[in-house]
């Protein structure tokens, strides 16, 4: 019953720290950043199993951890409110082609971060972007200006123009 106790504390903690360190898909991480995870998950297991290395001490701990996930997965599901304190709600890092300053320091993101992903998305400018989003599994969407019609800036201009 120790390690179930001891499964069901580190995995809050796991879960938290994951919620603290913010929303980097596996793809964005730095070679440092994959190791700290690798040598997180090694000390994770010794803090479940302390000096339990029978068969069914590891089973514990893996089976506690998998009904903890399926529990926050539920939880997830079945209500709104749990889903965005549990997931995180998207966040908007670029809006009308330009960066969000705010919202790059809260997800601790850099501008070469979001360039590189422009380039991968075949994005060459931040001015040919409406909106860029941050969504809650890491990953960015972008969503392209069509002709100005989605900056009120623009718009006006072309009202002038024509």
Known sequence: ?????????????????????????????????????????????????QNDFSLTG????????????????????????????????????????RLLAHSLRRDRLTRSEIESEMRLAGIASMRDVDWAVLEPNGKISFIKRDDGRGDPARQQDDQAAG
Request: with cysteine.
């Open 58 to 97: 590891a089973t514990l701990a893996i089976c506690t951890f998998a009904f903890w996930g399926l529990v926050l997965s539920w939880a997830s599901y079945l209500s709104p409110k749990a889903a965005r304190l549990l997931e995180g709600e998207p966040r908007v890092i670029i809006q009308h082609g």
């Open 1 to 49: 019953m120790e390690v179930v106790v001891r499964a069901t504390v580190m995995f809050a903690v796991v879960y938290l720290l994951v919620r603290v360190l913010g929303k980097r898909e596996l793809g964005q991480m730095t070679p440092f950043e994959f190791i700290v995870m690798v040598v997180v998950g090694d000390l994770i297991q010794q803090g479940i199993t």
